[in-house]
C-alpha cells in the first residue's frame, strides 16, 4: 500500500523560507516521479513542482520558479520543497503525490497523471 505523508508546513512571515519534507513507503521510491500541489481555499489544486524519478530533471510552476526548490533522496525514501522568499500569496494546503506507473515521461504536470496523494501540510504566509 503506497503512502505519503507530508511534514514541515506552518506559519511564517513573508519573506520567510520553510522546507516541506514527504515520506514515502509501500513500494520502490527511485523508481517514481514525484509532485508537489498546492490548494487554496476556494481554488483548483495547483501544480507547483516536479522530480523525475531518476533526478535531477526537474520543473516548476512560473509563480514559484526561482523561489522553490523540488529534490529528493532515494536512500530516504523522501521528496522536499525548500520554499525561500515566501509570499502571502503561496498561502495553501501543500500536497506531494506520485504516478501510479514507474519511470515515464518528464515533467508530469498535470494532477491526472498522480494517483497517489498524501493528506497534506498547510502553509501559511503572513504579510
Known amino acids: 500500500q503506497v503512502q505519503l505523508v507530508e511534514s514541515g508546513g506552518g506559519l511564517v512571515q513573508a519573506g520567510g523560507s520553510l522546507r516541506l519534507s514527504c515520506a514515502a513507503s509501500?513500494?520502490?521510491?527511485?523508481?517514481?516521479?514525484m509532485g508537489w500541489f498546492r490548494q487554496a481555499p476556494g481554488k483548483e489544486r495547483e501544480f507547483v513542482a516536479t522530480?523525475?524519478?531518476?533526478?535531477?530533471?526537474?520543473y516548476y510552476a512560473d509563480s514559484v520558479k526561482g523561489r522553490f526548490t523540488i529534490s529528493r533522496d532515494n536512500a530516504k525514501n523522501t521528496v522536499y520543497l525548500q520554499m525561500n522568499s515566501l509570499k502571502p500569496e503561496d498561502t495553501a494546503v501543500y500536497y506531494c503525490?506520485?504516478?501510479?506507473?514507474?519511470?515515464?515521461?518528464?515533467?508530469?504536470?498535470?494532477?491526472?497523471?498522480?494517483?497517489?496523494w498524501g493528506q497534506g501540510t498547510q502553509v501559511t504566509v503572513s504579510s
Open positions: 522530480i523525475r524519478w531518476s533526478g535531477p530533471i526537474t
Open positions: 503525490a506520485s504516478p501510479k506507473n514507474p519511470y515515464g515521461p518528464a515533467p508530469l504536470v498535470s494532477r491526472n497523471n498522480y494517483d497517489y
Open positions: 509501500g513500494r520502490t521510491f527511485s523508481s517514481y516521479t
